[in-house]
């Protein structure tokens, strides 16, 4: 059923990995950037990931010409994922809901951009694993979404949830 109402919404069934899918040379410096600054590392003051999050949305906003915000909303629940995160197109904004995933941050970007859901799965997940190449073992195909290998429904084994509220680009 479940597969029914995602085709219904227009999700792949798998995440559209492509290894001769091309980025803007200044995409994939934004992305090394990003990369370089660890998104995942917990270090510093509490809105440290907000801050790299929010330096690669100016600079992917900056380079297509895309009026968006984002919002984190930090859910303090240790299974939390993200999976209730979206982009709100009334608003301009995208709401990064639970975790911080790289690769839904990407996903609510291209739909910033005007892609539907094929082509913002199609676009993110494959700017994550050109990005992120030493990463993609780790995951795998579950539906239209990349997660850690081993993950149930709504849990990031290597996220530990302590993660404090973020704020608005």
């Known amino acids: ?18 290894p001769a899918a091309t980025y803007p040379p200044e ?7 990003f990369k370089a600054s660890n998104p ?3 270090e510093g003051p509490e809105n440290t990931r907000t801050h790299k999050f929010n330096s690669a949305l100016r600079g992917l906003r900056s380079f297509y010409g895309v009026d968006v915000r984002a919002n984190y909303r930090r ?5 939390s994922d993200s999976g209730n995160s979206h982009f709100n ?5 995208i709401v990064m809901e639970g975790r911080f ?10 739909h910033a951009m005007g892609m539907d859901e094929q ?6 997940t494959n700017l994550f694993a050109q990005t992120f190449p030493e990463k993609m073992p780790a995951l795998e195909s579950r539906g239209h979404m990349l997660v850690r290998r081993g993950a149930s429904k709504g849990e990031d084994p290597g996220d530990d949830g302590i993660e404090t509220d973020g704020g608005m680009c």
């Open 119 to 124: 082509g913002a799965v199609h676009w993110s």
């Open 27 to 33: 995409v994939l410096a934004i992305m090394a950037r």
């Open 40 to 42: 995942w590392l917990r």
């Open 101 to 110: 995933s790289v690769v839904t941050f990407l996903h609510e970007f291209a």
């Open 75 to 79: 859910i303090r629940i240790p299974q």
């Open 1 to 18: 059923m479940a597969s029914f109402f995602r085709r219904l919404l227009g999700y792949p069934d798998t995440p559209l990995l492509d």
């Open 89 to 93: 197109t009334r608003r301009r904004l």
